[in-house]
C-alpha cells in the first residue's frame, strides 16, 4: 500500500484537486475537512506528506502545523501550505509554524509536482 499524504482544506473542490496531485506523487490520498479532523486523521494513518490549507473553520492551517511539529511521529514530516492568502506575513506565519513550502491556490500543477517531489526526496520521506 502507498504511503499516505493528508490532504486538508475546508473546500470538497479543493481537496479533490490536491488528492489527484498527491496521488500522482505516489501517495494514497486521505482528506480531512478541518484541522480537529486532520489530528484524527494523522493518528489514525502513518502520514507521509501533508498538503495543508490555512484558513478553515475549527482548526486553522497554522495552529494544526504548529501542534503537529510538537509530536515525535511528525516533526519532521513534508508539511506543504497551500493557501489563497498571498501576503508576505502569511507566508512568514506558515514558515514559523513549520510548513516546508508555501503555495499560492490555484496552484501551478507542473510547478507544485516538481517541487514536493524534491522537498520528498530531500526530507527521506519516500
Request: proline share 3%.
Amino acid at each position: 500500500m502507498a504511503d499516505a499524504a493528508l490532504v486538508v482544506d475546508d473546500s470538497e473542490i479543493v481537496r479533490k484537486i490536491m488528492s489527484n496531485l498527491v496521488a500522482k506523487l505516489g501517495f494514497q490520498p486521505v482528506e480531512a475537512v478541518d484541522g480537529l479532523d486532520a489530528i484524527e486523521k494523522s493518528l489514525e494513518h502513518d502520514v507521509k506528506l501533508f498538503v495543508v490549507d490555512i484558513n478553515m473553520p475549527s482548526l486553522d492551517g497554522i495552529s494544526f502545523v504548529r501542534r503537529l511539529r510538537k509530536t515525535a511521529k511528525y516533526k519532521d514530516t513534508p508539511v506543504v501550505m497551500v493557501s489563497t492568502e498571498a501576503g508576505e506575513k502569511d507566508m512568514q506565519m506558515a514558515f514559523e509554524a513549520g510548513a516546508d513550502m508555501y503555495f499560492v491556490k490555484p496552484v501551478k500543477v507542473d510547478q507544485f509536482l516538481t517541487k514536493v517531489a524534491s522537498l520528498i526526496k530531500s526530507k527521506g520521506a519516500k
